[in-house]
């Protein structure tokens, strides 16, 4: 890894360097919320000033630019007697993310993992994240991240570079040719000692900011000891089954797919939409059958998959602690919260 360090100045000149040939991506505040704090999210921007630097996390994760909620496969039409098939991976021209905390870098890593890295990979997603220039930004921890008990505070790849303040300058690390090139068009130092000093310092202070914590040890374990839990029907009781925490989540990835046929029969169409496993109908089979017609097991499910099944197939967790699911849920069901009560913790 290559380290630099640029005046906050350069930062704007980066940025127009960018934006001048590419999609650029990033945190921008959209409106305001009840209690007048502002609400964002990542859109595409054209100007320097409407980036929101100091963001806190956006409502809805940046997936929507790599997994859709709703997205074409292939379109078919009846040419002759012949059908032929049109695939299109619904990629324009590159993306610059500008801007995207650790979190959400490691919610990618993850996605990753499943849909690249599998035996099914997916090219509709390889195709949108080959095609992804990521510039990661450091954040202060809010009073519902929990990201340092998931190990996602800190994101080690997955970026080309990633951005944090130090005081008077930005500390920046570098992982890939092409971030290295376009640094090329600002004015940058090598750091000396009192950088990576101040650096370190700036780590530090941060790690104190964390307010909210899982504790991870034996998850897996206590998991399966508690399948039986009572717990479970008591989460299950206050679950809405609305699905809104998949939809917020960067890292839930479950999907169905719909085909339908033109009302001429000469055309028809294969559109991929995002699901939620708490949605009633989600474990429904053909015939009728539903295995999970019970909110609270559909809802312990969700939690089996990000804490166990994950867990065991690829060593860590499919949550990233962003807390966006919690802070969405209109029944107030937190992640902290519930694992804790797995564990016989709650107050
Ligand atoms: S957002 Fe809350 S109420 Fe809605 S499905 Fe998720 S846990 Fe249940
Ligand atoms: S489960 Fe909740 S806290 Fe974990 S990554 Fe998804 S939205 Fe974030």
Redesign the pocket.
């Known amino acids: 890894m290559i380290f630099r360090v640029f005046d906050k100045d350069e930062l704007k000149k980066l940025f127009n360097v960018m934006v001048s040939a590419n999609k650029v991506i990033g945190p921008v505040e959209i409106g305001r919320d009840r209690d007048n704090k502002p609400i964002y999210a990542f859109n595409e921007v054209k100007s320097f000033d409407s980036v929101r630097l100091d963001y806190t996390t956006t409502k809805l994760p940046a997936k929507r630019y790599f997994l859709p909620f709703k997205e074409n496969l292939a379109t078919f039409s009846l040419d002759a007697d012949d059908w032929q098939k049109k695939v299109d991976y619904n990629i324009d021209r590159p993306f610059i993310f500008f801007g995207l905390h650790a979190c959400d870098i490691n919610?990618l890593n993850k996605l990753d993992k499943v849909l690249l890295g599998s035996i099914y990979p997916m090219p509709y997603y390889a195709a949108k994240r080959e095609n992804m220039f990521i510039i990661g930004l450091d954040c202060t921890p809010q009073p519902y991240c929990?990201c340092r008990s998931?190990g996602a505070d800190t994101a080690l790849h997955g970026f080309d570079m990633f951005i944090t303040d130090v005081g008077d300058l930005y500390f920046v690390e570098i992982l890939s040719d092409t971030a290295f090139n376009f640094l090329k068009n600002i004015k940058t130092a090598e750091p000396v000692e009192d950088d990576h000093i101040q650096y370190m310092k700036v780590v530090s202070e941060k790690n104190k900011k964390f307010t909210t914590h899982v504790d991870t040890t034996d998850l897996t374990k206590i998991l399966d000891m508690e399948f039986q839990s009572d717990v479970w029907k008591q989460w299950g009781e206050q679950c809405l089954a609305c699905g809104t925490?998949s939809k917020?989540?960067?890292?839930?990835y479950c999907y169905g797919v719909e085909e339908t046929i033109d009302i001429n029969l000469h055309g028809a169409k294969k559109t991929k939409f995002l699901y939620s496993c708490n949605l009633i109908d989600f474990a429904e089979v053909a015939g009728g059958h539903n295995f999970r017609p019970e909110r609270h097991s559909r809802l312990k499910y969700r939690y089996y998959h990000?804490h166990r099944g994950f867990v065991e197939a690829y060593e860590e967790s499919l949550?990233?602690?962003?807390?966006?699911?919690?802070e969405a849920c209109l029944a107030g069901i937190t992640?902290p919260e519930v694992i804790a009560s797995v564990r016989g913790e709650a107050g």
């Open positions: 919610a929990f998931m925490c917020v989540c960067p890292t839930c990000k949550c990233v602690g962003c807390g966006r699911c919690g992640v």
